[in-house]
């Protein structure tokens, strides 16, 4: 589960003086569930991962990850997570295998442990083929199933994604979405970050709609539907969006 | 395994697999150390050889100049002084010689005029070259001189320096201009290693997001500087070692010239290296901390590669001040000991001399040891700071 209370990040810039990325954020996600994090580029997507993931430390509020404080028991939400992000490359000079097995260590997973662990996720994830091949000889549909392979790999209970999709061409992000709905049947909690609003339609049981760094609207898919009278979630997106802007 | 020695052990199979890395810092330090000396050895013994010598002389036909082509010098006659310094105006003459027309005997001083542009150093080879074979001709017949009116010879040289060698250390020593290049051809692979790589290896991963990846694992960010400062500082000791290898193999292939360098041995043993090479890696150790604070410091790898470019002037200048230490007592200071690349250089000379002495190793370890304590202290808190480690 993840969970958070008036969340909030403040950055200090030298020109631009405080800078609220995330503010008063309140939300909850569940096992077996995908929440959907919807927002524009620079709405604070990113920057609410990074604090659910212990990256950034919150500037006030609260927040827990698989029931663990992410400030106070970091090291335990970062063992209970995993993330992929489309922007995230991999180490060129190393091959996929290499890979796995880089990161089954930093999981404190060694030996006959870790060799279970990565050739069973190489017969999963369909990387025997290129499994001992140099990361930067992989195509990007590659790259993006052994990114996948090192997000599961541990096994995490909750997994994060930003827009994981962001740059793939139409049948890798196909596999990334079956991906996704694939553990979510597995009872893991999904926090899923994107701006495309088709990939929310299908994937996200429940959505907050957040710009400006703060939540705009939650709820499910059909609430915000029904919330703001519009028949697609984009409609409803630029009507939550763009209504609250002009109310500024 | 510790989470230290797993990031160690990834990021050192990864530098391995840079061709850079392989050439700059692994094979490049050897490579420049025996080209270097060999290059130089050949050009020492090209200039100081007689026959590469060409003397331009007004009276060709005088004994004097039959003298200069009995010790090989290559003569040019020309008619005049003038056509002389015009050929020298023009750059095909290095030195014109006049000679007088009296026989040397019937005068008590001959005088020779020599004609030369001061700012040729060749020039000044040359007129070196002609004292000395004068020199030796002036003595011989003064010498002769002296036995044809029943006076000794010794006469010729009424005061003499007799010189003593008195045998500091081991007998073997390399050669001053050795003991003078070599500290520094050595030292400066100890930053020079690392910085093919090290803006790869925070701030490119900065760049390319899995420096993300990274902070997201249950590894603690101090554990991971440390596994990248201790395989950057692998490398940059590889490179030292390489250059020290270098040094071995140029003593043992002793090509042509480069044997003249090192008529006296190398002074080298295994003490002397043990001592070379435990000073070496504090010093190894403070420069990897202080690239990877700069690397963790820097945006992308464009802003770290210039960091760097900035940071290795400044660690140029006391590497290009090992060259001249041993002009100075301070080479003899204790005080040497305590400033980190002298007193590493410091170290390496005595080595070459055969000199080595307990205490300044000691010193020269605890200093580096100290710095580079609290480089690492320093870029492992950088790695704590989100500011830096996540800015883009």
Redesign the interface.
Known sequence: MVRTHALSKQFIDPKRGVIKAVEDVTLEAHPGKIFGLLGANGAGKTTLL?ML?????PTSGSAEVAGFDVVKQS??V??S?G?L?A?????G??TAR?ILY??A????I?GGDAKKRVDATIEKLGITSYADSLCDKLSTGQKQRVSIG?TILHDPPVLFFDEPTSGLDVLVSQKVMEFVEEVRTQGKTIVYCTHIMSEAERLCDQVAIIHGGTVRAYGTVSELLSQSGESTLEKAFLNIVGHQENEE | MHPIIHIYLKELRDMFRDKRVRANALFMPAMIIIMTFTLLGFVIEAVNKPSNQTIHVVNGDSSFAKALEKGDVKIVKVDSVEEGKKLIEAGKATVVLDFPMQPPNRVPQVKIQAYFDPKEEKAKVSLGLLQKLYGEVSKKSLKEMLASKGLPQEASDPIVVVEHEVVVGKKESAGAFLISMLPYLIIIWAFFGGMSIVSDLVAGEKEKLTLETLLISPVKRSQIAIGKFLALSTISMSSCTSAILGVFIMSKLKMGATSKLMEGGLGFGLPELLAVIGTLIPLVCFLAALMIAISAYAKNMREAQSHLGLASFVVMMPMMMTQFIGYSDFAKSMAINAIPILNSASIIRAALQGKTELVPVLISILANGLLAAIMLTLATRMFQREKILVRS
């Open positions: 990074r993931s212990t990256v950034l430390e090291e335990e970062r063992r997570i993330f992000s922007s995230t490359a991999l180490y000079r190393s290499e880089y990161f260590g930093l999981y404190g060694f090192r």
